[in-house]
């Protein structure tokens, strides 16, 4: 029965009972202000941010997706709206608690009917473990559980509604400056040590379960594989849970986890929220599993001082040799809240005015540095002309980028270190391409080389700017560059561009968001035709949006002063 005294029950199908009184969330140190320095687009602004509630993905509030079930009253007080998303377990609703006038989210269970009773039963009892775990622990960045609903015998768990997006969905339109990163490392840190006080492990701290609310709040959300310690009445069967690229190495080994393991995936988060790349994601389970007990992931390069020296020491392999949660504590504060830089020193006094210098001295002088001057001039000049006469086209290669030898194709491309490289298989009928990209996927490098030897459909035109204003046509009216993201929104040509001395062409191509998981995209392409009339394509794309979009575009300006061409 419910607490509350509110609306009746059921008493054919429906229970209630209250876990905890719903209490008010106290806001964190910091009130509400403008938006968190760091975060590109809307976090603690509910009217524009989306909205989350434990699981599932997110959509704007007050454009929830009604569905058959709206309207729908569960157990006599929650009164569905609309549909919020769904995850693996469930789907969440946006609903109304009609015994207190306010807006929750409610958590349907969602298993398949043709699950063996047995595993209907573990994935039910899994969702009242979720609802346990979160109700025992009292803290403000733990997502609240206020009621079990039982209806039919399966559990709809209901919660607070926490306004904004997941950090997740953030991170895939850029990534956080270190201070902000550590902000949201604290606030979890603190969920996750109120969790390991009341003996409870989350298991499963990635960035999709963490919320980022009104007033700066930070919650820590989805509880649903969480170990309760005492609890033996749901163990793992032989089943893998979790999410691979965050998972510690003792659990990938079997091992007994600890909080150290919760305390890991926290240094996978912060690693990806400022570095833009999931340090041991690959392209497969098995190979990311494989990279979490084996890999050495490079050093962080945007998170420096106390924030990196919590990374680096929270992704040891070892957990015996990860610092413990109070050596984090501090150093994440360090990081949150760096001192203030030194005041500026003030200006030296004014050297004294020397003497004149006499007439003949002053002559010898003008004499040496004219013939230092000329000299100087010399050897710029001979510096300048073998430098151009070496490599006609290089630009600066940025640090830590390397040049990579593409022999069949009759090229060096520059890239990134730490870029992998995709080529075709062997019986591939068109094996004259290669990509380079980083581990996110969010940034690659395309060279693809189409021979005129072998151009029996014409596609070779007659010049580099004629073929880009070929592709430009297609861009516009069917997006066909193997992206598969529809029309272009927007192409600049670059009719300009030269190589050796010779016409070249560039387009920079904007794609919108088709409105589901496919963010919006830029590509930036260079174009050029050699004498012998094959056609060069170098090709850089990466998110139109967000931080990435600067670092795609220097990306694609070095690579594309990088690029050595050997064929005539």
Request: glycine residues 10%; charged residues 25%; neutral net charge.
């Amino acid at each position: 029965m419910s607490s509350d005294g509110g609306a009746g029950h059921r008493a054919d199908d429906t229970t209630s009972f209250v876990l905890q009184p719903p209490r008010p969330r106290p806001a964190p140190d910091g009130a509400a202000g403008p938006l968190p320095a760091g975060v590109t687009g809307p976090v603690s602004d509910g009217a524009t941010g989306p909205v989350r509630a434990g699981v599932g993905d997110q959509v704007p509030p007050g454009s929830t997706t009604p569905g058959p079930e709206a309207g729908r009253l569960v157990a006599g007080r929650y009164r569905l709206l609309g549909k919020l998303g769904h995850g693996g377990m469930g789907t969440v609703w946006r609903a109304k608690d009609e015994a207190v006038d306010r807006e929750v989210a409610v958590k349907e269970p969602r298993i398949p009917d043709h699950l063996p009773e047995r595993e209907r039963a573990n994935a039910f009892e899994r969702m009242r473990r979720e609802a346990r775990a979160a109700a025992r622990l009292d803290h403000p960045a733990v997502v609240n559980v206020h009621d079990v609903a039982v209806v039919d015998d399966r559990p709809w768990i209901v919660m607070e509604l926490v306004h904004g997006p997941t950090l997740g969905s953030v991170l895939r339109d850029g990534t956080l400056d270190a201070r902000e990163a550590a902000r949201i490392g604290l606030r979890v840190l603190g969920a996750l040590e109120a969790a390991h006080a009341a003996g409870v492990l989350h298991r499963d701290v990635k960035p999709d379960n963490i919320l980022l609310g009104r007033h700066d709040r930070v919650v820590l959300t989805d509880f649903g594989i969480a170990w309760i310690e005492g609890d033996t009445r749901l163990t793992d069967t032989g089943g893998f849970v979790g999410s691979p690229e965050y998972i510690a190495p003792e659990r990938v080994l079997g091992q007994r986890p600890g909080p150290a393991s919760d305390l890991w995936s926290l240094g996978v988060v912060l690693y990806t929220a400022t570095e833009g790349v999931s340090p041991f994601r690959r392209s497969n389970t098995p190979a990311t599993l494989q990279s979490v007990l084996n890999a050495t992931p490079a050093p962080p390069a945007a998170a420096t001082g106390p924030l990196a020296e919590v990374i680096n020491g929270l992704l040891h392999k070892d957990p015996a040799h990860r610092p413990t949660a109070d050596r984090v504590r501090a150093l994440l504060q360090e990081a949150a809240n760096p001192p203030a830089p030194p005041a500026p020193t003030p200006p030296l006094p004014a050297p004294p005015v020397p003497h004149p210098t006499p007439p003949v001295a002053r002559s010898r002088r003008r004499r040496r540095i004219a013939w230092l001057g000329a000299g100087a001039a010399a050897v710029a000049a001979a510096v300048t002309a073998y430098f151009v006469l070496a490599d006609p086209f290089a630009g600066p290669l940025p640090d830590g980028w390397v040049k990579r030898p593409e022999t069949r194709l009759g090229v060096t491309l520059a890239v990134p270190a730490g870029y992998q490289a995709v080529r075709p298989e062997k019986d591939d009928s068109d094996r004259d391409w290669v990509t380079y990209g980083d581990w996110s996927g969010s940034l690659w490098i395309r060279l693809q080389l189409v021979r005129r030897s072998e151009d029996s459909p014409d596609r070779i035109k007659s010049s580099a700017r004629a073929q880009m204003y070929d592709d430009n046509e297609k861009f516009k009216s069917d997006g066909d560059y193997d992206l598969h993201m529809g029309k272009a929104t927007r192409t600049v040509p670059d009719t300009d561009a030269t190589f050796r001395g010779r016409q070249a062409a560039g387009n920079t191509v904007t794609y919108p968001s088709d409105g589901s998981e496919v963010r919006p995209r830029e590509l930036r392409i260079f174009y050029y035709r050699t004498k012998s009339g094959d056609m060069y394509e170098l090709a850089v794309s990466y998110p139109a949006k967000g931080d990435f979009t600067a670092r795609g575009r220097e990306v694609a300006k070095a690579a594309i002063a990088n690029l050595d061409i050997t064929k005539p």
